[in-house]
T-cell receptor
């Protein structure tokens, strides 16, 4: 089954404790992206990657890091999480034409 | 910069009635337009897209959308709403400028279909 998986699905952590949210896709997609969803703001793009070792900032990259060492994986790293990063995070992937993005189930992160 | 506006936070409609969810956009160049739906506790699912061609685009679950270049709009429509259509709907846009890859989403419109 074609899918995008994210882990963990739920995470509660404390300020300053480094964390990683994993994202993996099995569709051989070139493009992968991370979004955060906040009430009234829709989805805002954090980082995206057009291919292995190619990443670029989206609209809200501050406080986040990403890497793309393998085509299928695109982890999101929070080196020092803060409460304003409490949000619902989605990973997405698509083929090169970007005409349809496939979304993961989401990761609900709470930073205390 | 590209942007999307969904002017209604919520749309209420009775089952069996037609529904419209509004979206307007702003891009440089020709737009690529999308509608996604989000059911509770789920990720977003693709509904339909406009790239080029006919202004009326048909998508999943009986939804369609009409591209209007002069009004820079891409409203989502369905002739007869179902209770199961109740969800959060997002409009998204990107331009076709070479090298630009970011997709911009609207703030979302919650559709409530009453039985």
């Amino acid at each position: 089954e074609a899918q995008v998986t994210q882990n963990p699905r739920y995470l509660i952590t404390v300020t300053g404790k480094k964390l990683t949210v994993t994202c993996s896709q099995n569709m051989n997609h070139e493009y992968m992206s991370w979004y955060r969803q906040d009430p009234g703001l829709g989805l805002r793009q954090i980082y995206y990657s057009m291919n292995v070792e190619v990443t670029d900032k989206g609209d809200v990259p501050e406080g986040y890091k990403v890497s793309r060492k393998e085509k299928r994986n695109f982890p999101l790293i929070l080196e020092s999480p803060s409460p304003n990063q409490t949000s619902l995070y989605f990973c997405a992937s698509s083929s090169r034409d970007l005409n349809e993005q496939f979304f993961g189930p989401g990761t609900r992160l709470t930073v205390l | 910069a590209q942007s999307v506006a969904q002017p209604e936070d919520q749309v209420n409609v009775a089952e069996g009635n037609p529904l419209t969810v509004k979206c307007t956009y702003s891009v440089s160049g020709n737009p690529y337009l999308f509608w996604y739906v989000q059911y509770p506790n789920r990720g977003l699912q693709f509904l339909l897209k406009y790239i080029t061609g006919d202004n009326l685009v048909k998508g999943s679950y009986g939804f369609e959308a009409e591209f209007n270049k002069s009004q820079t709009s891409f409203h989502l429509k369905k002739p007869s709403a179902l209770v199961s259509d109740s969800a959060l709907y997002f409009c998204a846009v990107r331009d076709n400028v070479p090298g630009r890859r970011a997709l911009t989403f609207g703030s979302g419109t919650r559709l409530q279909v009453q039985p």
